[in-house]
């Protein structure tokens, strides 16, 4: 592991986009300037958001800064853990493994489908009226 340098990652979910800088430290995690507890508010956002620091074990082990927009809570906190996973091999190669088999890698592909002309929403039709 490099002592010196910030690796960077960046991670996507829906229309969330999160840049993340990872550098050796105590394990502080700033989100857009803001402390972790208080910018992701729910215990099932912080976990989901941490996921790759706690499967290779360097959540006390490093400090992470990370910018993210676009997206509301549960999009960042999936581009958030992209990017960290990412961040995380820019860091050790080694980590891929670990990190590949727990699918912290794949950019999950998801999107909301667009709304069509001629009806209410994506899928939705108009009610059918005979007469």
Same mark, same amino acid.
């Given at each position: 592991?490099?002592?010196?340098?910030?690796h960077?990652?960046?991670? #996507?979910?829906k229309?969330a986009v999160a840049?993340?800088?990872?550098?050796? /430290?105590?394990?502080? *995690?700033?989100?857009?300037?803001?402390?972790?507890?208080h910018?992701?508010?729910?215990?099932?956002?912080r976990?989901?958001?941490s996921?790759?620091?706690i499967?290779?074990?360097?959540? +006390?082990k490093?400090?992470?800064? $990370?910018?993210? +927009?676009? /997206?509301g809570?549960?999009?960042?906190a /999936?581009a $958030?853990?992209? /990017?960290?996973?990412?961040a995380? *091999?820019?860091l050790?190669a080694?980590? #891929?493994?670990?990190l590949?088999?727990?699918g912290f890698?794949?950019?999950d592909?998801?999107?909301k489908?667009?709304k069509?002309?001629?009806?209410?929403?994506?899928r939705? #039709?108009?009610q059918? +009226?005979? #007469?």
């Amino acid at each position: 592991m490099d002592n010196t340098t910030e690796h960077l990652g960046t991670g #996507r979910r829906k229309t969330a986009v999160a840049r993340v800088r990872i550098a050796t /430290g105590n394990g502080k *995690i700033l989100v857009n300037g803001r402390a972790f507890e208080h910018y992701f508010l729910t215990e099932t956002l912080r976990m989901h958001a941490s996921q790759p620091l706690i499967a290779t074990d360097t959540l +006390s082990k490093l400090d992470v800064h $990370v910018n993210v +927009s676009g /997206g509301g809570p549960n999009g960042q906190a /999936g581009a $958030v853990r992209h /990017g960290i996973a990412r961040a995380l *091999i820019a860091l050790d190669a080694n980590l #891929r493994a670990p990190l590949k088999a727990a699918g912290f890698l794949t950019r999950d592909p998801r999107m909301k489908e667009r709304k069509k002309y001629g009806q209410p929403g994506a899928r939705k #039709r108009f009610q059918y +009226s005979k #007469r």
